[in-house]
């Protein structure tokens, strides 16, 4: 049951009878902002009698009289304008709660229409370190699956792993050239991390050493720039003086900017440079670039040797972030990476070829889009294939398997143009059908405001991200035991910790706008207090102790035929957050926006409940018809808390 859906369908047919266009119409029935004006408003009859010519009080009273609703509204309210107000009725409420009740879904219904989507989500480079990037698309990713699970749709989750691409040419080189054999046989996975950060690191010197050159001639230009800026002539017209002192102040900014990164630049040639070591390992190897171009062409071409080793390798490194995803209890349908496309894709350009879809420019096959400046590329001069010739064979392959409705790509927002293009491209090729959607998120921010970066300069790992959550998680778990909480044994307090804070970190990304950056704090997402996977749970474990507390039986409570009734206005209103779970979850699906269940919980049902909590005491209620009541009302709070927070990919512990 979902209590907006019921308003719109039985406003529909009277709305159908004078307007054509009734989709914007239901659109405005809403819940209503202030309980003052009931629980839910329509408010379309101000811009529909308009259409019709009519006075819209009126318009609102007939299309009121019109409307069958009393068996779940009070009489409805014409206010001001036009507005009308709905009110609930408590009995039909209190039916609601009963069937939620015995319901295992807590009265969420499953969406009328049930589609396939693809999700892909997670997708790491693997050979290189997991990050705190990684974390975004993969809890998104895997919250959006369980949503669109829960509402019956058939989700297929795919972790589209980067296993076949510049990464392994690193490795094998740095394989080939700096490998300590004994180390390797001894613990493989953290020689390889050494050996790929060993490459990593004499790349970046080249890099460095040769964008120098360039910064400083770009510095240059601008301070010339700024000379000019500086002394042009004096003007009498203010707005073209005003306009002069702006381009000298930008151009200011533009040169400390341009010297900050020369600076940043030089000391990481010197770091190299100063070391005798380091700077003997990178003239050995001063032409590793290319030749780190060279090992991976060699793999893409089958070359034995690197084969050999690509398939020595993989496997220790989906063992890494097989460790990462079990410790965030996340689990994948499919698993095929971008080697998995990898014989495909020689067809995919020639059938691009084939329709006239694409074109040779400078060598290169292109696929030139409507609205895009610069064309997709699809094959390379050197005939190498890219990122998008993978994602184009990738999409082919899904139709073919699963005919799926819809792909989601849980992606970072950089991506944003590599995917516009990717579905201008599918849809060109034929592929009409189906809703292609980037599912963008933002960045994770450190103190500084710049992306999240470790004391050393490092980009985060995933891993000590989670031990440092869940350390701090036992902190908070101890010291709320030491405060007279829940007593628990101490390896129980180490198992609460590891779901406090892996729970914490997961809810802190997924509460937050994806489309935002966001400063990451272990301290507000482990708070005790505010919209945190930690209140919620504490609120949970919080019912959990009540029924300890007083010895009830809630299996047998609950199949009694003990009732909910509501009484005092707290209880209604917390009956209602109750009920619009499943109104909260349509929200998700609309734009694949988990943050939109993590508000309704805490906003809606968490405030409720404690508004309740407040108000109206539970073990010690006047009746025990009351008392069983107001059991039943926690019971249902709890289990729409832990259903919400299992749709977050997050688990709930009974004592915390
Ligand atoms: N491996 C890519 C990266 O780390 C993300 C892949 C996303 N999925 C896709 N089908 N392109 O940037």
Redo the contacts with the bound molecule.
């Keep these: 049951m979902n209590i907006l859906a019921l308003l719109k369908a039985r406003f529909q047919p009277v709305l159908e009878s004078m307007s054509a266009d009734v989709a914007p119409l239901l659109e405005m029935i809403r819940p209503a902002g202030d309980p003052k004006f009931g629980d839910y408003q329509a408010n379309f009859a101000m811009g529909l009698a308009k259409k019709v010519g009519k006075n819209p009080r009126d318009l609102a009273t007939e299309i009121v009289a019109a409307t069958s609703l009393e068996d779940l509204c009070e009489p409805p309210e014409v206010a001001g304008p036009g507005f009308i107000n709905l009110k609930l009725r408590d009995d039909w409420l209190q039916m609601q709660l009963s069937a939620a009740q015995a319901d295992t879904r807590v009265g969420v219904e499953k969406a009328a229409e049930s589609k396939t989507y693809i999700v892909?989500?997670s997708?790491?480079?693997v050979a290189k370190p997991m990050h705190v990037g990684?974390i975004r698309?993969t809890v998104i990713g895997d919250s959006l699956c369980r949503t669109l699970k829960f509402m019956g749709h058939n989700a297929i989750s795919d972790n589209?792993?980067?296993d076949w691409?510049t990464q392994f040419g690193m490795i094998i080189y740095g394989y080939k050239n700096f490998v300590d054999q004994d180390a390797y046989k001894a613990a493989p996975v953290p020689e390889l991390s050494r050996i790929y950060r060993v490459v990593r690191s004499l790349m970046d010197y080249f890099d460095a050493k040769n964008a120098l050159p360039k910064l400083i001639e770009k510095l240059a230009e601008r301070t010339a720039e700024y000379e000019t800026a500086k002394n042009a002539p004096e003007t009498s017209d203010k707005a073209e003086a005003k306009k002069q002192k702006k381009e000298v102040g930008r151009l200011q900014s533009q040169i400390k900017e341009l010297n900050e990164e020369i600076e940043a630049t030089k000391e990481k040639v010197a770091k190299t440079d100063d070391s005798p070591q380091l700077a003997k390992l990178a003239a050995e190897h001063a032409n590793i670039s290319t030749a780190v171009l060279q090992e991976t062409a060699k793999l893409h071409a089958g070359d034995e040797e690197n084969l050999a080793l690509w398939k020595e390798f993989l496997p220790f490194c989906e063992d890494e972030i097989k460790r990462v995803y079990e410790r965030l209890n996340v689990t994948f349908d499919h698993q095929l990476g971008?080697s998995f496309y990898h014989d495909r894709l020689a067809a995919v350009v020639e059938d691009f070829e084939k329709r006239g879809l694409a074109k040779e420019s400078e060598g290169a096959t292109c696929v030139f889009l409507e609205g895009f400046k610069a064309p997709m590329i699809i094959r390379k001069r050197d005939g190498a294939f890219l990122?998008s010739t993978?994602?184009l064979a990738?999409i082919a392959y899904r139709m073919e398997t699963w005919k799926p409705d819809a792909i989601l790509?849980?992606?970072?927002f950089r991506?944003g143009d590599?995917?516009d293009k990717?579905f201008a491209a599918t849809r060109l090729w034929g592929y009409t059908d189906i809703e292609l959607k980037h599912v963008s998120f933002g960045t994770v921010m450190g103190d500084d405001g710049k992306p999240f970066k470790t004391r050393s300069g490092d980009t985060v790992g995933l891993e000590g991200l989670l031990d440092e959550a869940v350390s701090r998680a036992y902190k908070i778990v101890q010291d709320a035991g030491a405060a007279g909480g829940d007593a628990l044994e101490e390896s129980q307090q180490k198992a609460v910790a590891e779901t406090v804070g892996i729970a914490a970190l997961k809810y802190g990304d997924l509460s937050q706008n994806r489309e935002s950056d966001y400063k990451f704090s272990y301290d507000k997402m482990l708070a005790l207090n505010g919209n945190t996977s930690t209140y919620m749970q504490y609120a949970y474990a919080r019912v959990q102790s009540i029924f300890r507390k007083g010895e009830v039986d809630i299996d047998a409570l609950r199949t009694s035929g003990a009732k909910i009734v509501l009484g005092h206005p707290a209880e209604r209103q917390l009956a209602l957050a109750i009920l619009r779970f499943s109104e909260a979850l349509d929200d998700v699906l609309v734009d694949y926006r988990p943050n939109y269940l993590t508000n309704y919980l805490f906003d809606q049902l968490a405030k409720s409940y404690s508004g309740f909590f407040e108000n109206c005491p539970v073990l010690k209620a006047e009746t025990e018809e009351q008392k069983n009541s107001r059991l039943l009302l926690c019971d249902l709070t709890a289990r729409v808390i832990q259903q919400g927070l299992g749709l977050l990919g997050i688990q709930t512990v009974e004592k915390m």
């Design positions: 892909d989500y997708s790491p480079n990684h698309s589209h792993l980067g691409g971008e990122y993978t994602d990738t790509y849980v992606v970072d991506q590599h995917f990717l």
